[in-house]
């Protein structure tokens, strides 16, 4: 059973900045695609960023410019760094790694962004 623990998050200022971390019990690059997805209060989930196996990366339209998706191989983790952070960007933000059988999910890292 992989296990997936996020963290970094917390409370900032509009215009800010966070890093996330997304680590895991296995190794990262096992993983077909590793991403970041967040969920606000009364809304669904939505995919954030995600970066595959070979290092490609796609971001939401919502996020692009402002956060990066990384992997950090010596500390087997998958990262998000959020810059320019704004109050909608507020929500909790969760890990998800695919594999060619089952998905993995972490139990999430709280983001808030004040005005």
């Known amino acids: 059973q992989v296990q997936l623990v996020e963290s970094g998050g917390g409370l900032v200022q509009t215009g800010g900045s966070l890093r996330l971390s997304c680590a895991a019990s296995?190794?990262?690059?096992?993983?077909?695609?590793v991403g970041w997805y967040r969920q606000a209060t009364g809304k669904q989930r939505e995919l954030v960023a995600t970066?595959?196996?070979?290092?490609?990366?796609n971001y939401s339209d919502s996020v692009k410019g402002r956060f990066t998706i990384s992997r950090d191989g010596a500390r087997n983790t998958v990262d998000l760094q959020m810059n320019s952070l704004k109050p909608e960007d507020t929500a909790m933000y969760y890990c998800?790694?695919?594999?060619?059988?089952?998905?993995?999910w972490g139990r999430g890292t709280l983001v808030t962004v004040s005005s």
């Open positions: 998800k790694a695919e594999t060619r059988g089952p998905t993995y």
């Open positions: 296995a190794m990262i690059t096992s993983f077909y695609a």
């Open positions: 970066i595959t196996r070979g290092g490609i990366t």
